[in-house]
């Protein structure tokens, strides 16, 4: 793939943002490959993502930030710039259920996410031998109901040492404490049914079954120190009938929940994501 940097921004809605910034890029021999924006009306806020060759600016990264940064001070931007050659460290966390580590383990062997997968870590042993076989070092991080707090600490002494940019909650099935999720706030990922806040504990696909629902699906979403409720990144659902038995509804959750969790991982490490407050702009 070609190597860019990516420039996102999102600042008070004005006129000539995009021409002053294309500008900047073109005065500089900046060649832009991909650009995509919006305006919120109800915000009045202004988001922008581009792609820049890296190989047609006569600067470094860290040039461009110096260079860059008067022109950021003057449209009053939140702005960062990325490197694509520089893939995203991911962490994942998983306890017994396989389907969502799999999958990401499978698109990442293949090429499909292009980022550097350091560890895996788990509060059970179940999943040992096949990440293993992929060889990726694996963690297990028993965590004791009566003193979570060391296996948490543990945990983020192992997400440092691995200098881990992002966490993935792969069906993970422990509350991260606030402390962690303050730590990596809006690099912590994970992934719910749908069903939630209707069916919520154990089996809720089961109790779904019961009230004949007709839509499983799930979100992806940033975490936050309330459970459940941080940035949604993405959501998908898959229609369900009333021959579908609890197994099948089983069934047909997990593939919607690997697949959101997939797309939604794919557009964090491509840089397509600003959260602004309690919600993403997704810039495809």
Same mark, same amino acid.
Request: glycine letters at 4%.
């Given at each position: 793939?070609?190597?860019?940097?990516?420039?996102?921004?999102?600042?008070?809605?004005?006129?000539?943002?995009?021409?002053?910034?294309?500008?900047?890029?073109?005065?500089?021999?900046?060649?832009?490959?991909?650009?995509?924006?919006?305006?919120?009306?109800?915000?009045?806020?202004?988001?922008?993502?581009?792609?820049?060759?890296?190989?047609s600016l006569p600067f470094s990264l860290e040039e461009f930030q110096t260079q860059f940064a008067p022109v950021a001070d003057?449209?009053?931007?939140?702005?960062? +710039?990325?490197? #694509?050659?520089? *893939?995203?460290? %991911?962490?994942?966390?998983?306890?017994?259920? =396989?389907?969502?580590?799999?999958?990401?383990?499978?698109?990442?062997?293949?090429?499909?996410?292009?980022?550097?997968?350091?560890?895996?870590?788990?509060?059970?042993?179940?999943?040992?031998?096949?990440?293993?076989?992929?060889?990726?070092?694996?963690?297990?991080?028993?965590?004791?109901?009566?003193?979570?707090?060391?296996?948490?600490?543990?945990?983020?002494e192992l997400l440092e040492e691995y200098k881990v940019d992002t966490v993935v909650l792969a069906r993970y099935m422990q509350?991260?404490?606030?402390?962690?999720?303050?730590?990596?706030?809006?690099?912590?990922?994970? +992934?719910?049914? #749908?069903?939630? *806040?209707?069916? %919520?504990?154990?089996?809720?696909?089961?109790? =779904?079954?019961?009230?004949?629902?007709?839509?499983?699906?799930?979100?992806?979403?940033?975490?936050?120190?309330?459970?459940?409720?941080?940035?949604?990144?993405?959501?998908?659902?898959?229609?369900?009938?009333?021959?579908?038995?609890?197994?099948?509804?089983?069934?047909?959750?997990?593939?919607?929940?690997?697949?959101?969790?997939?797309?939604?991982?794919?557009?964090?490490?491509?840089?397509?994501?600003?959260?602004?407050?309690?919600?993403?702009?997704?810039?495809?």
């Amino acid at each position: 793939m070609t190597r860019t940097y990516r420039l996102l921004i999102s600042c008070p809605d004005a006129k000539g943002i995009v021409a002053t910034v294309s500008d900047f890029i073109a005065r500089h021999d900046g060649w832009i490959v991909e650009a995509n924006h919006h305006s919120d009306p109800v915000t009045g806020r202004f988001y922008m993502r581009n792609e820049i060759r890296a190989e047609s600016l006569p600067f470094s990264l860290e040039e461009f930030q110096t260079q860059f940064a008067p022109v950021a001070d003057k449209l009053q931007l939140d702005w960062r +710039i990325t490197d #694509s050659g520089i *893939p995203q460290r %991911v962490a994942l966390l998983a306890s017994k259920e =396989a389907h969502c580590l799999s999958d990401l383990l499978y698109r990442w062997r293949s090429g499909d996410l292009n980022m550097e997968i350091p560890c895996v870590i788990s509060n059970h042993e179940d999943l040992r031998s096949y990440v293993e076989w992929h060889g990726i070092p694996y963690h297990h991080v028993p965590v004791d109901k009566n003193n979570k707090a060391a296996a948490f600490q543990k945990t983020t002494e192992l997400l440092e040492e691995y200098k881990v940019d992002t966490v993935v909650l792969a069906r993970y099935m422990q509350i991260l404490p606030p402390e962690v999720c303050q730590q990596f706030a809006n690099r912590v990922i994970n +992934i719910h049914h #749908s069903f939630l *806040p209707s069916f %919520v504990g154990a089996k809720p696909y089961h109790q =779904a079954y019961e009230r004949g629902v007709k839509l499983v699906g799930a979100t992806c979403h940033y975490v936050t120190e309330v459970l459940d409720a941080g940035p949604i990144i993405e959501q998908d659902v898959i229609r369900v009938a009333h021959h579908h038995l609890p197994e099948d509804m089983v069934r047909l959750g997990k593939d919607v929940e690997k697949n959101v969790l997939a797309r939604g991982l794919r557009y964090h490490t491509e840089d397509r994501v600003i959260v602004d407050g309690s919600k993403t702009i997704i810039l495809e």
